[in-house]
């Protein structure tokens, strides 16, 4: 099988190295290019044929989400993970509706960041454990503001509440009064609903959906 081929656009090159080497000890990964400006990876990424881009949000020059689309457009085929220090909803908002397929701290360990480059490319979403509970909590405050928001009943809001709370099955049962079972019923009814299979994709969704402002 052929190695992910990383592209990586960050400003700080002593990070863009150390990164390189850690990837590069992967047998299923190579990094083919980096970048210290969006302008040098919009020049060289279309001949370099990335299939997963690593993306600093704070860039000189220009701003990363302007990159993002960007780089988007040179090269549809890549698939954009967002690598950044700032864990600002906001920003999570906007590099999904911009078309990140995966938001990832800096302070993120390397196996989860290992995991999040192989997840976006076999065509799925990773976002950061730490960005995923304020964007949940979001999503409940936006469906109990409007009701009947993306087809979500008021057991929906309070179970998507404990998942933005980080709460296991077992907990979301006691918190609700119901049983595991019952819980499981509730998680599979609302991943069915905003089409997803994990918590992850359901804040994607939500996003794409317009269920978080």
Same mark, same amino acid.
Do not use: F, P
């Given at each position: 099988m052929n190695p992910i081929r990383i592209f990586l656009v960050d400003d700080h090159a002593v990070l863009r190295q150390a990164v390189s080497v850690m990837l590069g000890a992967e047998s299923d990964m190579t990094v083919v290019g980096q970048a210290g400006t969006g302008r040098e990876?919009?020049? $060289?990424? +279309?001949?370099a044929r990335p299939e997963v881009v690593m993306l600093d949000i704070k860039m000189p +020059?220009?701003?990363?989400? %302007? &990159?993002? @689309? %960007?780089?988007?457009r040179a090269c549809p085929k890549a698939r954009v993970i967002i690598f950044t220090m700032y864990e600002n909803p906001a920003y999570v908002n906007a590099a999904i509706r911009a078309g990140a397929s995966g938001y990832v701290l800096k302070s993120v360990g390397? %196996? +989860?960041?290992?995991? $999040?480059? @192989?997840?976006?490319?076999?065509?799925g979403q990773f976002l950061h454990a730490e960005v995923t509970g304020p964007l949940l909590r979001r999503a409940a405050l936006e469906a109990k503001l409007r009701p009947g928001g993306g087809g979500l009943?008021? @057991?929906? &809001?309070?179970v998507l509440e404990c998942l933005a709370d980080g709460k296991s099955n077992k907990e979301i049962a006691h918190a609700l009064g119901i049983s595991d079972e019952t819980v499981k019923s509730h998680l599979k009814r609302l991943f069915e609903k905003l089409g997803v299979s994990d918590r992850t994709e359901a804040v994607a969704i939500a996003l794409r959906q317009n269920l978080i402002d």
């Open positions: 990876a919009l020049a $060289a990424v +279309e001949s +020059e220009a701003a990363g989400l %302007d &990159v993002l @689309r %960007d780089l988007r390397r %196996d +989860e960041l290992l995991r $999040a480059i @192989r997840a976006v490319s076999a065509g009943t008021v @057991r929906d &809001v309070q």
